[in-house]
C-alpha cells in the first residue's frame, strides 16, 4: 500500500516508521530537499501548489494525508480530485486561522481567550482598550512554534507590536488575544478511525492527556500519566469537545487540541488554545509509551484499517523535546526507560532537532525528565 505525505518533516519520517510494520510504503511532497522524512521513501521536491507535481505525486497512491499544517488547502483539494485523502480539508481550513478556530472551538462549546480581529493600527488600539494588557498580538495564519507573535506588556507596546506584525503586509490579518493566567497547559489527543479497534465504524481513540510546558512559544516537555493526571472532569469535557468536532467533520486521523487549564472562581476550566489537525509533538511519547502510538493509528485511519490501543505501557510517560543544539546523545539513551529519536536536521536556534521518550513509573519519568532537559540544555526548573 502507497501512502502519499504532504510534508516530509520529523513527523512524516514517525509516519514512515509506524506505517512500514503495517505493510506500507511511503512517499513524500516537499519543497525542501533536506528534509527528514527524504530517506523514509520517495521524495518528491517541489512547491505544494505546482499541479504537475502534485499530479505526478498522486500516480499510483492507495491514500494521502499530511503533516504539515500550513499545506495550502488548495494542494489538498487537487489532491483529494485524484485520490482519497484523508482528513477531509475542512477542519485543516479552520485551523490555518486563528480566527476561525476560535469560532469553531466555540461552537462545540470551548472557552477561548478573549480576542479580537486586527487589521489596522486602529483596530489595535480599540482592542488593546477592550481586552487591555497582558495580551498577545498574533498573525491568524502561518504562525507556529511562537512565530508571527508579540506579547504586548503595556500599552505602549501598541507601536511595536503593529510595526513588527502588521505594517508593510498589503491586508494584514491579525488577531489580539487576551493573555490567559493558565495553571498549566495540556492537549487532547485523538483519532477517529474509519473502523474502531473492534471494528466498529467511525470510532474514536483518545490517548491520556499530557501536561505541556512550553518556552518561548515552543513544547518543552510533555509529560502524561502518573503524577500527571489531569482532572477527570476535564479530561471529559475535553473528549467531549474533542467528539464534537470530529463528527461535524467526518474527519479520519488523528486531531491534537491544545488547552490552559485555568483555576478560576468557579474551580479549574479549559481554555482552548489551538487544535492540529495532524499527529502532534505533545504525543511524541506514545511511540514508546503506548500500545499503539499516534503515528500509528493515523497510518491505520488513513488506511481505512482497524484502529489499535492507544493504552499505555506503564504508569507513566514524558517527552523531553531536543531544541536548537545537539545533544550528548550517548548520556541521552543512559537514562533509564529512554529512548533518544533524532531527526537528522541541521541545529539552528529554535530548531526542533530529535526528542527524547521516557516511560516508567512516575518517579523514574520525573527523574528522567530531569535528566534529559539538563541534557538537552534546559534548565529544569525552567522548562
Ligand atoms: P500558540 O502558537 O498559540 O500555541 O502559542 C504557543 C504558546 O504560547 C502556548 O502554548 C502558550 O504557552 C503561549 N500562549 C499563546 N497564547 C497565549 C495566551 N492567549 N495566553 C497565555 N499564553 C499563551
Redesign the pocket.
Known amino acids: 500500500m502507497l501512502i502519499g505525505v504532504l510534508g516530509a518533516g520529523q513527523l512524516g519520517m514517525m509516519l514512515a516508521q509506524a506505517g512500514k510494520p503495517l505493510g506500507m510504503r511511503f512517499r513524500f511532497l516537499d519543497p525542501a530537499p533536506d528534509s527528514p522524512a527524504a530517506s523514509c521513501g520517495e521524495h518528491v521536491i517541489a512547491p505544494y501548489q505546482d499541479a504537475g507535481a502534485l499530479a505526478a505525486f498522486s500516480r499510483g497512491l492507495n491514500f494521502a494525508t499530511w503533516e504539515f499544517e500550513n499545506v495550502p488547502c488548495e494542494a489538498v483539494r487537487r489532491l483529494a480530485d485524484r485520490v482519497p485523502v484523508r482528513p477531509s480539508v475542512g477542519l485543516l481550513e479552520l485551523a490555518q486561522d ?1 480566527l476561525l478556530e476560535k469560532r469553531a472551538f466555540a461552537e462545540v462549546g470551548l472557552r477561548t ?1 478573549r480576542h479580537l480581529p486586527i487589521s489596522s493600527r486602529l483596530d489595535l488600539r480599540e482592542a488593546l482598550r477592550e481586552i487591555g494588557v497582558p ?2 498580538l ?1 498573525t491568524r495564519r502561518m ?4 512565530k508571527g ?1 508579540f506579547f504586548l506588556r503595556a500599552m505602549e507596546d501598541a507601536d511595536r507590536a503593529w510595526s513588527e506584525l502588521g505594517e508593510g503586509r498589503q491586508e494584514p490579518e491579525l488577531i489580539l ?6 495553571e498549566r ?1 495540556v492537549s487532547l489527543i485523538a483519532c477517529r478511525g474509519v473502523r474502531g479497534t473492534a471494528g466498529e465504524k467511525n470510532a474514536i481513540v483518545f490517548y491520556s492527556m499530557p501536561t ?1 510546558t ?1 518556552r518561548a ?3 518543552r516537555v510533555s509529560r502524561v500519566g502518573a503524577g500527571a493526571e489531569v482532572p477527570a472532569d476535564l479530561e471529559a469535557a475535553a473528549r467531549s469537545a474533542m467528539t464534537s468536532l470530529l463528527e461535524a467533520f467526518d474527519y479520519i486521523g488523528v486531531l491534537a487540541i ?1 488547552f ?1 487549564v485555568v483555576n478560576g472562581l468557579s474551580g479549574r476550566v479549559l481554555v482552548a ?2 487544535m492540529a489537525p495532524r499527529v502532534h509533538n505533545s504525543g511524541h511519547w506514545s511511540i514508546e509509551g503506548c500500545k499503539a502510538s499516534q503515528f500509528e493509528n493515523h497510518c491505520r485511519a488513513v488506511a481505512g484499517m482497524d484502529l489499535a490501543s492507544p493504552s499505555m505501557m506503564a504508569p507513566a510517560a514524558a517527552m523531553v523535546n531536543i531544541v536548537g543544539q545537539e545533544p550528548d546523545a550517548a548520556e541521552l539513551k543512559r537514562i533509564p526507560g529512554a529512548t533518544v529519536h533524532m531527526y537528522g536536521k541541521a541545529p539552528r536556534a529554535g530548531r526542533k532537532l530529535g526528542h527524547v521518550t521516557i516511560v516508567g513509573e512516575a518517579e523514574e519519568v520525573d527523574e528522567g525528565v530531569r535528566l534529559a532537559t539538563r541534557l538537552a540544555g534546559m534548565r529544569p526548573d525552567r522548562v
Open positions: 486563528r481567550a495580551s498577545i498574533k504562525g507556529y512554534d511562537g507573535q488575544e487576551g493573555f490567559v493566567e493558565f497547559e505541556n512550553h512559544g515552543i513544547l491544545e490552559f488554545n489551538e
